[in-house]
């Protein structure tokens, strides 16, 4: 189990050996026997794909307010009467191109989704690595710190802090706008992270090659994270696939309610939001397409999490 | 499910059957009543709304002309004083007898400090009680139409407000509120019951009223909903009765729903103004001048905006573009001046880089997002056409709560803003709009600070001059150099729109004012 945990978490290095050992493991073997797992990794790469280049390969600026025609406002999608394949998905009431702004804004949804993830992680995975090594006190005032956070809904801390960050900084710029929606999603993520990895950390810490370190006098920090750490990454890993999705629809909500991040940079919560105010009058493209491309990107980061947990549990082999 | 429904339905109208005397009348708009006072602001929904609670002693009619109310009769006695004759036997909600004392201390407060009504009583010299039902105005000047200024200052009682510490309106500007913000003691036909700002207010007919009430209803729900399609959502579904304004995408779908949609063409035009004080502006990427000071820089930003478009895109038609600061129906509007600057962005890039701005430069705009009708949208599209010219707009649109108090401070380098002359004249605008800012009232809306001496030498000229013919030469030629000036970019005169249930039958006025006391429900089937 440890083993061919850990090359996985590394499969993007490029050293071949690696690489061999990697496509003859179980995980890859397993990847390849499930036809959810491809379908969704290819969607999700896809999405991924599309939003990372947007900037090349979408077939309008949405941003750039100079090359806006406002007399090609509100028109269809392209299979529709009226509609014109300049612009695929049709366009909203700026005359911006519902597909390019689509691109444009799940970049943004995924950039602040993995930033708030990476964000809890490493807060999480630090607390949950000491509060499962240190035990005793500190492990109990941690663990307890958790519970007070479980008890809130999360959406209800992001909601709180995102908006007492919009009254510190009402004129903030951008970046501190990304920044407050970041931790204020991450703030309530990381309490998955320490419990994973605390129980886990628990378990490790008895083991012989953590006694065996501790006994020709390795340092503690040195013992957690270069002993500890790589293997309790399993749960870890699989757990922030499953958070990103959960991340990218909190930052939806928070922009669909008003508090994410600025409408200057808009994202697929705040596209679903403006469209929402045009769904009496028929234009139905305005809010259908960014839910559903939400729907897929949650949809397949969620399925591919399925997989992996299943993949990475040998339990369940 | 089926075989419960008649139960339901039963058990629904039983319970409904006690309550159905009380007519009540379930009012949606964008945004909410900013106070109770009606000192302190002068917006058209706040003073629209406290119109059904406090009176003011002249009133406009459904034809717009001038009735009386709180006043009788009033006569011109000389050139600058006024007699007004108030109406005997009228009482406060709180029982206390309306005399000419309240008369005189309600212009002294509306004069006051906090006072966002300045401009009212701007020409005003003194207020006399000549009797305990009668009262003189004296003007500084000759003020032939000192009754239409009238119109909207709510009567308020000397003895409530001395008791409640609310001698004084508060500055909505600074964003604090006293007991008038909250309470209310009028002589309208409706009383104040239930106050929860942002949330919802409650007026109930006031029986002891001098007038005879038209209309049928008891009582009165006013929400803010600011998400268009919820408003719309709650109209269609019965939630509310009556819902202002009407998104425009959305008038076809609820006349198709049976529903009415009232439209009308507005007084109030929308306009843009820019920051001419300043030495540099407050939001821009211009340090050490101030570009708009430059009026080939105001010229190509009108030229830039492409308002037909906005017209038909953004308005969906239900706007009627505008070169000039007042409509069609405003007394001193010059049909053969209203001529908007062609739409050339060649031109207008021309004159920036004679400007000095051959790359354009960036400057900060606000806008409200439920104040006007799209407003937010119209900012927008204006930002879409300066970016053709290479003048980055950094937008901030916000809401009306927020965003009046900033720009009355003048924290602002662009904005949009509507205005209604309330008194259906162009000295109105004027004298509130267009002339240079004084701490007397004058140039109370003149946000950007617009100034030009010929203009405000006008501007007192047409306040004092009987002759309509000069007067309207007079109107003509500030109009003019206002004009030239590029003093603001006006755009067009929105067209009013209202929805209403079908049982509700109501007079809709140009300067959007709602009116309870002329609203009749007929009874439906619930």
Known sequence: MRRDVAPAALAVAPAPGRWARFLDGDVWHSFRGSPTAIAAAAVAALCLFAAVFANVIAPHDPFNLATLELSDSMLPPAWMQGGTTKYLLGTDEQGRDVLSALMFGARISLFVGGASVLLSLVIGVSLGLFSGYAGGRVDALIMRICDVMLSFPSILIALLFAGVGHALFPNANDLLAFGVVIVAIALPGWVQYARAVRGSTMVERHKEYVQAARVIGVPPWRIMLRHVLPNVMGPVLVLSTIQVAVAIIAEATLSFLGVGVSPTSPSLGTFINEGNKQLFSGAWWLVIFPGATLVLIALSINLFGDWLRDALNPRLR | ?526
């Open chain 2, 1 to 526: 499910m089926k075989a419960l429904a008649p139960w339901l339905l039963a058990a629904t109208l039983s319970l409904a059957a006690p309550l159905s005397e009380a007519i009540t009348l379930r009012v949606a708009n964008q945004g909410d009543v900013q106070s109770m006072d009606p000192h302190s602001l002068n917006e058209s929904l706040q003073l629209s709304f406290t119109g059904n609670v406090y009176e003011s002693l002249v009133e406009r009619g459904k034809d717009m002309g001038l009735t009386p109310a709180l006043a009788t009769k009033w006569t011109q006695t000389s050139p600058t004083v006024w007699r007004f004759d108030l109406r005997p036997n009228v009482k406060f909600h709180d029982g206390t007898p309306f005399t000419a004392d309240d008369v005189v201390f309600t212009f002294k407060r509306a004069a006051g400090e906090g006072s966002d009504m300045k401009g009212y009583t701007n020409p005003i010299k003194e207020v006399r009680k000549v009797g305990d039902l009668a009262v003189e105005i004296e003007t500084t000047a000759p003020y032939p139409i000192l009754p239409d200024t009238l119109t909207t200052l709510g009567m308020m009682s000397k003895k409530w407000c001395e008791e409640n510490k609310a001698e004084r309106p508060v500055d909505r500007r600074k964003g604090i509120e006293n007991t008038a913000s909250f309470k209310s003691n009028g002589t309208g036909p409706f009383r104040l019951k239930e106050r929860q700002p942002s949330v919802r207010t409650v007026l109930v007919k006031n029986f002891n009223w001098w007038g005879k009430s038209e209309g049928n209803i008891d009582e009165v729900v006013f929400t803010p909903i600011g998400n268009d399609a919820t408003r719309v959502a709650a109209l269609l579904s019965g939630e509310v009765d009556v819902m202002e304004p009407v998104p425009l995408q959305d008038v076809e779908r609820i006349k198709a729903a049976g529903l009415n949609v009232l439209q009308g063409p507005e007084l109030r035009t929308i306009f843009l103004g820019m920051d001419q004080k300043r030495d540099e502006l407050q939001f821009s990427s211009v340090k050490g001048k101030n570009p708009f000071k430059d009026v080939r820089v105001r010229r190509a930003f009108y030229q830039a905006i492409d308002e037909e478009t906005i017209k038909s895109r953004v308005m969906r038609g239900a706007a009627s573009p505008t070169g000039e600061m007042v409509g069609a129906a405003v007394r001193g509007f010059q049909p053969d001046m209203n001529k908007r600057p062609a739409y050339d962005p060649d031109t207008a890039k021309k004159l920036l880089a004679e400007a000095g701005y051959p790359n354009g430069f960036e400057v900060g705009m606000n806008c409200p997002n439920d104040r006007y009708v799209n407003d937010a949208a119209i900012c927008q599209a204006v930002a879409a056409n300066l970016a053709r010219i290479g003048v980055k707009v950094n937008l901030m649109t916000e809401t009306k709560v927020t965003y009046f108090p900033k720009i009355l401070r003048r924290d602002t380098s662009f904005y949009l803003l509507g205005w209604t002359p309330i008194t259906v004249d162009s000295h109105d605008v004027l004298s509130s709009i267009m002339a240079t800012p004084t701490d007397k009232g004058q140039g109370q809306f003149n946000l950007g600070a617009y100034s030009n001496a010929k203009v405000d030498e006008l501007t007192l000229k047409v306040q004092s001059e009987t002759d309509q013919k000069k007067r309207n030469e007079m109107i003509r030629e500030a109009f003019r150099i206002h004009q030239e000036d590029v003093g603001h970019i006006p755009l067009h005169q929105q067209a009013l729109a209202w929805a209403t249930a079908k049982s509700v039958q109501l007079t809709q006025l140009p300067n959007n004012y709602m009116y309870f006391k002329w609203i009749t429900q007929k009874s439906s089937p619930k």
